[in-house]
């Protein structure tokens, strides 16, 4: 006689919750996207908005003013670094296959080839740009969406109890707040760790005399995201550009990545980074291969908050449930 299986009216229940949330969610991942990025910008400003308010600036103010600053560094950017940026980008791009081979002869590169790729990068430039402000109502969405986020932190807690209850809201609240807390130190510590080391290798490139000083420093700064192998890829097409002109001032390039990485390891992240708990290089490498693989660029810039974000939940609840 066949085994007879009964389904409980709890079970079903569950699978079927289940899948309407999976559904919601592939439905609306991309608002959650953007509600995500919010709550990033949100945990980076947040500390600096409270500062502001506690000197006795009104909090609809004090966001504002931080906006304002934000957008001001931007206009900066655009006017005064990005034009000889894109410049000497393209000069370095045009140039790279000539200088390699100057590096290295026994590399074979087709500068045909290359310099084909090469030739539409200030269309493709172009069309970046108008692709950013054509995705402005993105960036504005996200922009009210941190704004409210900063506006009615205080109120999250009174909200929530009318969904879930006070016990689920006090927990719920509890974890935000941490994830928050070391997102914000862990995003304005990459921000000023790439701005220091962006400064150093561009003004220490400079004095040496190296060409495409901008772009290299500006590829270190990036690359600082990046543990362990950022910093040795970011040396290596300084070094590529400098051997031609002279294998010694190649050697001083070395030396000036070591020395900035040096200071960088032993004083600079222990100031910048003392609030921020940091994560496993590993895992960070994983994120940043994983994020790039799924969702391209902003795969990559999300990868490493979303695993912050799911590692202090788990600690969370694995410390919850040990009490």
Not at 131 to 137: E, L, P, Q, T
Not at 157 to 167: H, K, N, Q
Not at 218 to 226: C, N, P, Q, Y
């Amino acid at each position: 006689m066949p085994e007879r299986i009964e389904i409980s009216t709890k079970a079903i229940l569950l699978i079927f919750a289940f899948v309407t949330g999976l559904w919601l969610f592939i439905t609306i991942h991309d608002i959650l996207l953007l509600l995500f990025m919010a709550f990033v910008v949100m945990s980076a400003l947040k500390t600096n908005v409270d500062y502001m308010v506690r000197r006795g600036i009104n909090r609809t103010l004090a966001i504002a003013c931080n906006y304002v600053i934000i957008l001001c560094i931007l206009a900066i950017f655009a006017t005064i670094v990005l034009p000889p940026l894109v410049s000497e980008s393209i000069r370095l791009a045009v140039h790279l296959p000539e200088l390699i081979n100057k590096f290295a002869p026994f590399i074979n590169i087709n500068q045909d080839t290359i310099l084909q790729q090469i030739t539409p990068i200030g269309q493709n430039i172009a069309k970046l740009t108008i692709g950013v402000f054509s995705n402005i109502f993105t960036i504005l969405t996200i922009m009210v969406f941190s704004f409210y986020f900063l506006h009615e932190h205080g109120n999250v807690r009174r909200f929530l109890s009318g969904f879930i209850g006070s016990v689920w809201a006090d927990q719920t609240v509890e974890i935000v707040k941490k994830i928050e807390e070391r997102m914000g130190a862990w995003v304005r510590g990459e921000l000023i760790l790439g701005f220091i080391i962006g400064i150093s290798s561009y003004i220490g490139l400079l004095l040496l005399g190296v060409n495409f000083a901008l772009p290299l420093a500006l590829l270190a700064g990036v690359l600082e995201l990046v543990p362990i192998i950022g910093p040795i890829i970011s040396a290596i097409p300084a070094i590529i550009v400098a051997f031609p002109d002279s294998p010694l001032l190649a050697l001083k390039v070395v030396i000036l990545y070591t020395v900035i990485q040096q200071l960088e390891n032993n004083f600079i992240v222990p100031t910048v980074m003392q609030k921020s708990v940091g994560l496993p290089s590993l895992a960070i490498l994983l994120a940043l291969m994983v994020g790039g693989r799924l969702g391209g660029t902003i795969g990559i810039i999300l990868a490493v908050p979303l695993l912050l974000a799911s590692q202090t939940m788990i600690q969370y609840f694995l410390t919850k449930r040990h009490i």
